[in-house]
């Protein structure tokens, strides 16, 4: 089933960030769409909850150095 994760995400600070956890997280299967705003410190995720789960998605994100608040 298709679902969508809502995440507030700092340390984004432009376009090439946001673009960063893009290329990321569209690149783990399962993920069909992402919007990244580093000016409202939001990562919005579409992805197939029966092929990932949601702190992998976080767990992507922190490890390209920016903060997902809990
Ligand atoms: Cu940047």
Do not use: W
């Amino acid at each position: 089933m298709s679902s969508t994760l809502q995440l507030v995400v700092t340390g984004m600070t432009c376009g090439g960030c946001e673009n960063a956890v893009k290329r990321v997280l569209l690149a783990t299967p399962g993920v069909s769409d992402v919007r990244a705003s580093h000016v409202e410190n939001r990562v919005e995720v579409t992805f197939e909850s029966e092929t990932v789960e949601p702190a992998v998605l976080r767990e992507k994100i922190s490890s390209l150095g920016y903060a997902v608040a809990p």
